[in-house]
């Protein structure tokens, strides 16, 4: 489960970027969202240790998700651990109910303290900075960012151990995040291949246990406006859609909109 997520205030108190590549290997995988007045999210699926691919897919929390106070977060996996719960269910709390970076990192640290989670990067983002949270055997975060990229691994320090340098991926990432100026600039990140080091590639078509990516998605938030572009399948090869989640947005309207959904 190779995701790749990431955020970008390109206009402070005015506008930002979230993103990320849903890499799974299941190729038929739907989305499934939850369309509310005050919040817009597409359901995770959990990845319980030893999953069987056979297994049915269980669903909960949020995978990437945004609120009408401008706060959204997306997350990416790092590893299962036994008897677990969903770190999904962190991403959205981070999106619930909370008018800032700094009140989303708050709720999930104290949701994550109480419970053993699945180990996770959580990037949350609003106009002003953006955030990531560390979620393994101990929680940790950075704030006060201008940009972040994160791929399968911690990159903060845990436990007193050194940090860890990021891998081929989490670089280019964060690299295109750096030179991205729009959204044309991070769709076509999204959609980004590097033949030379095929374990890099962000998006990825099944190669080297990174699975398939299955969505890719782009919260562009302007104005006081969240606009959520969706890709299904990889975004290399399809096109975005525009799903307008903003001023209380009809559930029937966005499913309609989104790429073979259904609202829960």
């Not at 005015?14 to 939850?34: A, G, H, S, T, V």
């Not at 509310?36 to 909960?60: I, Q």
């Not at 436990?159 to 750096?178: E, H, K, L």
């Amino acid at each position: 489960m190779g995701c790749t997520i990431g955020a970008k205030v390109t206009k402070r108190g005015e506008e930002y970027f979230l993103f990320k590549n849903k890499d799974l290997p299941w190729l038929d995988f739907e989305d499934r969202i939850l369309v509310e007045p005050t919040r817009f999210g597409v359901l995770g699926v959990h990845l319980p240790k030893g999953l069987s691919l056979a297994a049915p897919r269980l669903l909960s929390g949020f995978s990437i998700g945004v609120n009408s106070a401008g706060v959204a977060a997306c997350n990416s996996h790092v590893t299962s651990v036994a008897d677990a719960l969903n770190y999904d269910d962190l991403t959205e709390a981070a999106v619930t109910g909370t008018r800032s970076v700094a009140e989303a990192i708050a709720q999930v640290r104290e949701l994550a303290c109480q419970e053993s989670y699945n180990w996770a990067n959580i990037i949350v983002a609003d106009p002003e900075a953006v955030a990531v949270i560390e979620i393994g055997a101990d929680v940790v975060h950075a704030a006060g960012l201008a940009e972040v990229a994160r791929a399968n691994a911690h990159l903060l320090s845990h436990g007193g151990a050194a940090r860890a340098a990021p891998d081929a991926r989490c670089t280019r990432a964060a690299q295109g995040v750096a030179k991205a100026r729009g959204l044309a600039d991070f769709r076509a990140l999204l959609g980004s291949h590097e033949d030379r080091e095929q374990h890099g590639n962000i998006c990825t078509h099944g190669r080297y246990r990174q699975g398939y990516t299955v969505y890719s998605y782009v919260i562009h938030w302007r104005s006081g406006c969240p606009t959520f572009h969706v890709c299904r399948g990889n975004p290399c090869e399809n096109e975005y859609i525009a799903v307008p989640v903003c001023g209380g947005a009809a559930a029937d309207d966005v499913a309609r909109l989104y790429p073979s959904s259904a609202p829960v």
